[in-house]
Structure formats: structure tokens, C-alpha cells
């Protein structure tokens, strides 16, 4: 089992910056791949960005150049850095992870653990 908590979510100006963060416990944090993904309502969960459990980064074409996902080792903690934003990026983000090695990112089911969500706002 896997316990993800999310951090960092908020309102920001278009244009602004916010940091989420991940923290996860159960699990060696070494033998999981994490992901974040977002959820506007009445629209389906989308892929963001993931980052193996090897460092690789894999990131939707919507946030490329503008979002960043990195990950801390010491603190068992994965971040996500967003700069530029757009109203467009309102949703609430998620957080997920898996222990099983896959070269599937992008799919919600490619994932076994969830966080309960955080909440960004981007005004106009």
C-alpha cells in the first residue's frame, strides 16, 4: 500500500507560479513510479506529468516547456512546478503512484494509488 497526501494547491494570476507537492508513505519510495493528473468537473481525469522511479520525466504536451516534475528521495516527496500558468490549468490535481514497472504513463488505470486531490485556481 501506498498513502499519497498533496499539498500546494491555491489561487494564482494567469501568468504566476505554483509548486505542488506529493508526499508518500507506505511503500519504499524507490519502487514506485509517480504521476500527477487533473480534473476539471464533469470531465474525465487527463495525464500531466510522470517521473519514474529511474528519474525519467514524461509530460503531457499541454504543459510541456511550462510545468516540471521532480522528485526527492530523502523526504519521499514529488513535486510539480508550474510556471506560466493559464486559466486553462483550473482543475483539481492528483496525485497517483504504482509499484509495478510500466511503460504505459498517460492512462488513470496505469496507476494503483491516489491522493484526495488539490485544488488550482487560475484567474484571468
Known amino acids: 500500500q501506498v498513502q499519497l497526501v498533496e499539498s500546494g494547491g491555491g489561487l494564482v494570476q494567469a501568468g504566476g507560479s505554483l509548486t505542488l507537492s506529493c508526499a508518500a508513505s507506505?511503500?519504499?519510495?524507490?519502487?514506485?513510479?509517480m504521476a500527477w493528473f487533473r480534473q476539471v468537473p464533469g470531465k474525465e481525469r487527463v495525464f500531466v506529468a510522470a517521473?519514474?522511479?529511474?528519474?525519467?520525466?514524461y509530460y503531457a504536451n499541454s504543459v510541456k516547456g511550462r510545468f516540471t516534475i521532480g522528485r526527492d528521495k530523502d523526504k519521499n516527496t514529488v513535486y510539480l512546478q508550474m510556471d506560466s500558468l493559464e486559466p486553462e490549468d483550473t482543475a483539481v490535481y492528483y496525485c497517483?503512484?504504482?509499484?509495478?514497472?510500466?511503460?504505459?504513463?498517460?492512462?488513470?488505470?496505469?496507476?494503483?494509488?491516489w491522493g484526495r486531490g488539490t485544488q488550482v485556481t487560475v484567474s484571468s
Open positions: 507506505g511503500r519504499t519510495y524507490n519502487e514506485i513510479d
Open positions: 517521473i519514474s522511479r529511474y528519474y525519467a520525466g
Open positions: 497517483s503512484a504504482r509499484s509495478v514497472y510500466s511503460s504505459s504513463w498517460t492512462g488513470p488505470n496505469d496507476y494503483d494509488y
